[in-house]
């Protein structure tokens, strides 16, 4: 029996920038690294090499230009994180690299692959021992070869650690870093030999009511552990960039920025993405029927950011389930007791009424009878 093969859909987690007349093109790494992360993400899991063979042709585009790396990011999947550095180590052009808030975990490789690091006062670097999720039961020889894997993705970690820092932190130390899961300041990160230098970029970070890390407008709802920790070395006595006047009030600042062309072009950008998110969702909604599975569909692709085009195979394999409707279903059942009884439902009438009388009576007692049970079936739908 074949298997049906099974259409993936791919999410980068990386965005490219490069604007016509440009010497340099940007690289954004923000968020965790790891694709398909929609809501059928657990559906489709996702091959490292189908992100990287999509990464490796965004670079080609850019054909040899240099490049600006900015990265906020939690971490991630480590594989992908080392076949983004492979792209990048071997990349023509030069790559510099910029921390835009946190650079954690699988980000730090990705990292250094730049020929040079730039990174906040009040920014963090975070390296740990790569490790692994298992959902399934093993035997002793299974984990010993998790335990043989983890300690390969380890080495070449630490490989790409040696090579950055070049001689500043000898290895056994690097190793107990890793162990240790070490955050660094920027000072720290640069007597390492993680970074080259220091600047005055601003970092913004706070905690959400839902006890969610956010850092510089970037969710990242996998750091769970020292989070409040976290959060005071990012904000503690750190002064954050500020190119306006500082006699100026919030709104004022706010009112001169839009009136810049950068504050513009953040206008246009929020205008287009305004259209774009008001079309995305109109013609999600054309896509909705009768049926009550293409519908949950629809709705759920509409809260989760997922076009219509995406979503269009998973409705085309429900499209043909038909809904049961097990309200009706009630409905007829109810009813055909109640025609079978034949008693009740009736309303008394004078003894000498004609039997024609009778049975008119009867039979518009029943019609009354389906109405309330129907009326009451819909009732309890609504609720």
Avoid at 32 to 37: D, L
Avoid at 76 to 102: N, P, R, T, W
Avoid at 261 to 283: F, H, I, M, W, Y
Wanted: hydrophobic share 40%; net charge negative; aromatic share 4%.
């Amino acid at each position: 029996m074949k298997k049906k093969k099974v259409m993936k859909m791919h999410k980068k987690f990386w965005q490219i920038k490069n604007e016509a007349g440009s010497d340099r093109a940007e690289i954004l790494l923000y968020g965790e690294i790891n694709a398909n992360a929609e809501f059928w993400k657990e559906w489709l899991g996702d091959d490292s090499m189908t992100s990287a063979r999509g990464f490796a042709q965004d670079l080609q585009t850019l054909e040899g230009k240099d490049l600006l790396l900015r990265i906020n990011s939690p971490g991630g999947d480590v594989f992908q994180a080392q076949a983004m550095y492979s792209l990048l180590k071997s990349y023509s052009g030069d790559v510099e690299c910029h921390i835009d808030g946190i650079c954690a975990s699988a980000a730090t490789v990705v990292a250094c692959a730049a020929s040079k690091i730039v990174m906040p006062e009040n920014a963090l670097f975070m390296i740990h021992n790569p490790s692994v999720m298992l959902c399934d039961s093993m035997t002793e020889e299974d984990l010993q070869k998790v335990q043989g894997m983890l300690a390969k993705v380890k080495e070449s970690i630490l490989s790409a650690y040696m090579a950055r820092t070049n001689g500043k932190t000898d290895e056994q130390e690097l190793k107990d870093m890793m162990n240790d899961e070490t955050w660094l300041t920027a000072q720290e990160a640069q007597e390492k030999g993680f970074i080259d230098d220091i600047d005055d970029f601003g970092v913004a970070a706070s905690i959400t009511d839902n006890a969610v890390l956010v850092v510089n407008g970037q969710a990242m709802p996998g750091i769970v552990k020292h989070k409040q920790e976290i959060l005071d070395k990012l904000t503690a006595g750190k002064k954050v960039r500020n190119k306006m006047a500082v006699n100026k009030s919030l709104m004022e600042q706010i009112k001169a920025f839009f009136g810049t062309a950068d504050g513009q072009e953040v206008l246009n950008a929020v205008s287009e993405a305004k259209e774009n998110e008001k079309n995305r969702v109109a013609t999600l909604d054309a896509l909705k029927g009768d049926n009550e599975y293409v519908n949950a569909l629809v709705d759920v692709a509409k809260a989760h950011g997922t076009d219509a085009e995406a979503l269009k195979p998973y409705l085309d394999a429900v499209a043909k389930v038909q809904p049961k409707n097990t309200a009706l279903e009630q409905m007829a059942a109810l009813i055909k007791d109640e025609m079978q009884s034949g008693a009740t439902g009736v309303k008394a009438q004078p003894a000498e009424a004609a039997p024609q009388d009778l049975e008119k009576a009867k039979k518009q007692a029943e019609i009354e009878k389906i109405v309330n049970l129907a009326n009451g079936l819909a009732a309890r739908k609504e609720g």
